[in-house]
């Protein structure tokens, strides 16, 4: 759904609200029709999911999942390393080309700028339809938009999405001692898989890449929308406003020569599990920012974060200081002194002192670079993907992120939340209150920039 067809009432944190009057929170029937109608997409049933705290299971998951592929293969992520483990994949991925599956691969031209020539040519000479998303020396203009997107689809009947990117650190065991990052990745199977090829033909598309038989497909183009929703009235005046801008946004694609497909009606689900999240700039964001402000105002019990960019703006942390206030278990686990990014890490230091006053705890993981991104409401309502809390991530960047209703992940979830307490240092009002001067310093001017970061 667009920004412009988002209601008035659910836009920005009034979700929060409705949310907060829903009797039993994200566990009500009423919570799931919140978000459904926020995101304007639809719910999948879905098998048992399988979740991946660990990369070796991860990789070794993904790499079996392209083996079994039987016509088709797609994969976007933010960087494809020339390492290892890269190698390993895309090993994979030509041994299936030359069994005739069709394999595309999207990579973001800044995240893989680092990946030799020579890596993209063996790929491509070994016939695979390789892309790279917004590479700078062709879109200057288009520098700061990239794709942070994680996703493998397998004959459009299963997924990988998380937070891993391809490379050694990501898929390295923790266990092992060595260099390794924290990360979380999943498995899905059934009608999302579908959903998230569409959600790589948007991507696919943007970087030139050749038509995809029989996706749905959004264009990036600004005025393409989802058609209405079949449970619109037909001419009602939201109904008609998409009809307009769709009809808009498809005279600018052909005025530019761009290929525009139609959105595919999909079968109604019976049973309501997996909710795709998923942004880009100019479309979704507002969408998301409305359904993480639902989340906070639907926990009653607990409400489990665990992010490795934590620069979040300021109503959302009064949002999470209400939560706690409230008697919600409020807990963020973020990154230690081994973050990657440690400016970014004390943009969230510049938070800490009225979130730990209202009685949010705080923890940083110690054992190595977190790097996984996962929410867990009331050990039922749980998110999983790519985006970080942060203003690149829901204002810049693609992303793509599942939200599910379903207590087995969640409590799996949970307990992957404590096992990292385990491995962690929690921060505590009188410890805060202890730091030196230049840390305090250093803390508000990166808080200052967080909008920059």
């Known amino acids: 759904m667009s920004a412009d067809t988002l209601p008035r009432e659910l836009r920005r944190y009034r979700s929060w609200a409705l949310a907060q ?63 290892r483990i890269g190698l390993r994949v895309t090993d994979a991925l030509m041994a299936a080309v030359s069994r005739g ?138 109904a008609l406003r998409a009809r307009a801008a769709r009809r808009l946004g498809l005279r600018r694609d052909r005025r530019r020569g761009r290929r525009v497909r139609r959105l595919l009606e999909s079968a109604v689900e019976t049973e309501r599990t997996v909710l795709v999240l998923d942004s880009r700039p100019g479309r979704g964001q507002r969408e998301m920012l409305a359904v993480l402000a639902a989340l906070l105002g639907g926990a009653r019990r607990r409400l489990w974060i665990t992010t490795p960019y934590f620069a979040p703006p300021t109503r959302a942390l009064g949002l999470l200081a209400r939560a706690a206030r409230g008697g919600v278990d409020v807990r963020l686990l973020l990154p230690g002194a081994l973050a990657d990014v440690p400016l970014v890490r004390h943009a969230g230091h510049g938070a800490f002192a009225p979130l730990l006053a209202s009685g949010v705890r705080i923890f940083e993981y110690e054992a190595a670079t977190l790097h996984a991104k996962t929410i867990v409401v009331d050990s039922h309502a749980s998110v999983v993907g790519s985006s970080n809390l942060d203003f690149r991530s829901l204002w810049l960047n693609a992303e793509c992120n599942l939200l599910l209703f379903d207590d087995v992940c969640a409590a799996s979830l949970d307990r992957a939340f404590l096992d990292d307490l385990q491995r962690s240092t929690e921060i505590t009002p009188a410890m805060w209150r202890e730091r030196t001067l230049g840390h305090r310093v250093f803390d508000g001017v990166a808080r200052s920039l967080r909008w920059a970061l």
């Open 101 to 238: 599956v069709r394999v595309c691969v999207l990579a973001d031209g800044i995240g893989s700028l680092a990946t030799d020539e020579a890596f993209w040519k063996r790929l491509s000479e070994g016939g695979a339809r390789v892309r790279r998303f917004h590479r700078i020396w062709h879109m200057p203009f288009e520098a700061l938009r990239r794709d942070h997107r994680k996703i493998i689809v397998v004959d459009r009947e299963s997924a990988f999405i998380g937070g891993m990117n391809i490379g050694e650190e990501y898929g390295s065991s923790i266990r092992s001692g060595s260099n390794a990052w924290r990360d979380t990745f999943m498995r899905v199977h059934g009608t999302v898989a579908q959903e998230l090829a569409a959600v790589f033909a948007e991507g696919w598309d943007r970087a030139n890449g050749p038509p995809l038989p029989g996706l749905e497909y959004v264009s990036w183009s600004e005025g393409i929308v989802v058609p209405p929703l079949a449970s619109m009235r037909a001419f009602s005046a939201r």
């Open 21 to 83: 009057a829903i009797r039993a929170g994200v566990r009500d029937d009423a919570f799931m029709e919140l978000v459904q109608r926020i995101e304007g997409g639809r719910f999948h049933a879905a098998p048992p999911v399988e979740l991946y705290m660990d990369g070796k299971m991860a990789f070794d998951a993904m790499v079996a999942g392209i083996d079994a592929a039987r016509e088709e293969v797609l994969l976007e992520t933010y960087i494809l390393r020339d390492d």
